[in-house]
């Protein structure tokens, strides 16, 4: 029996839309982990490349050079979420028990992130071809999303976008990534052919229903209903799939199914009979 809808959703079917970002920051968290599992393959893996002596070389000399800045930058990151956190918990009742008071991002990119940005960026410059560069473009792009910087974030996965056509892992990433800066700058339509590149691969499939569902978000507001119902649908299914590597994802199936009930009460009564 699908769940009843609340109240609120029943009364703001439209919100799917304003939702819309919420699941762009949702994948991007999502991301950040794969992202770390990707670390993990290209350390192990860069030895058993099919790369020359010399490639595997300057691969490793480029994963080196930009492991320090991303290392850097985690750092900084966990500690203004830490006191992001620390801010929003009630203070103790004995002052000896509260714990040192962390500093906060001040907002200003250049002095919260300013020698990393600069790290990142010399990457890509001197190793332009490198995975390390592709992921130093991954870690820029969340950096200037997050400060609201959208078109140099486009701008800084546009720099790796010709190597992101093979078929790795990092490249998917890069190709989502590229869909979901589109997307918070309100190109649905280009958002929609950037996860497309990575739907039709196969060997990406572990992507494939978080992008389907956020290309359902992009169909409702291009207006391309019928193709929005199609993915709702899609990922409610194969979230029922033991065979589906998303099978279970954290309410990726109850989520498609939350819409697409949305979606027929916009629709009308045209929509009791489908």
């Known amino acids: 029996m699908s769940k009843k809808l609340t109240k609120e959703e029943v009364k703001s079917p439209d919100q799917v839309l304003k939702t819309l970002n919420q699941g762009f920051q949702w994948s991007q968290s999502h991301s950040k982990a794969v992202i770390a599992a990707i670390l993990v393959f290209v350390g192990v893996g860069v030895g058993y490349s099919l790369f020359s002596n010399l490639s595997e070389r300057k691969e490793s000399q480029a994963q080196e050079f930009y492991a320090k800045f991303e290392k850097n930058y985690l750092e900084k990151k966990r500690g203004f979420d830490e006191a992001e956190r620390q801010s929003a918990r009630p203070p103790m009742k004995d002052a000896k028990d509260q714990p040192p ?23 890509m410059d001197e190793y332009p071809t490198s995975k390390a ?28 976008e010709k190597q992101s056509e093979g078929k790795n892992l990092i490249s998917y990433v890069v190709l989502t990534q590229m869909g979901n800066v589109l997307a918070e700058k309100n190109d649905c339509k280009g958002a929609v052919d950037e996860w497309q590149k990575v739907l039709a691969r196969p060997e990406a499939n572990f992507l494939h229903d978080t992008l389907r569902l956020k290309s359902a978000f992009c169909y409702e507001r291009l207006n391309e209903i019928a193709k929005a119902e199609e993915l709702y649908k899609k990922v409610s299914q194969n979230s029922q799939d033991p065979k589906n590597p998303q099978a279970g994802e954290v309410g990726l199936g109850k989520e498609a199914e939350k819409y697409l009930r949305l979606l027929k009460l916009k629709k009308g009564p045209e929509a009791k009979g489908s």
């Open 101 to 123: 008071v962390k500093a906060k991002a001040s907002g200003d990119l250049e002095k919260d992130y300013g020698p990393e940005v600069a790290g990142l960026k010399k990457t």
């Open 133 to 160: 560069a592709q992921m130093a473009a991954l870690d820029l792009s969340e950096i200037y999303m997050n400060y609201k910087k959208d078109d140099d974030a486009y701008q800084a996965l546009q720099k790796v």
